[in-house]
């Protein structure tokens, strides 16, 4: 649990300050874009047994 709460609450905040991790929301949107696509690519390849979608991954991205 501490080396959770320091990497959630120290960690990755500086990191996102830093110009290294300046873009890591956009890429964390993007995982979990592609995440997402591919569940639905797999579901479709499976039409006898679609695969259950987790509403909760499409929270974090943006309706266009």
Do not use: C, W
């Not at 959770?4 to 300046?22: E, N, V, Y």
């Not at 039409?47 to 499409?58: E, H, K, Q, V």
């Amino acid at each position: 649990d501490a080396i959770l709460k320091l990497m959630a609450l120290d960690t990755l905040p500086r990191f996102q300050h830093h110009a290294l991790g300046q873009h890591y929301d956009t890429f964390a949107q993007s995982q979990a874009q592609e995440r997402l696509l591919s569940n639905v690519l797999k579901s479709l390849d499976q039409l006898g047994n679609p695969i259950a979608m987790d509403r909760s991954l499409t929270q974090h991205m943006p309706l266009d």
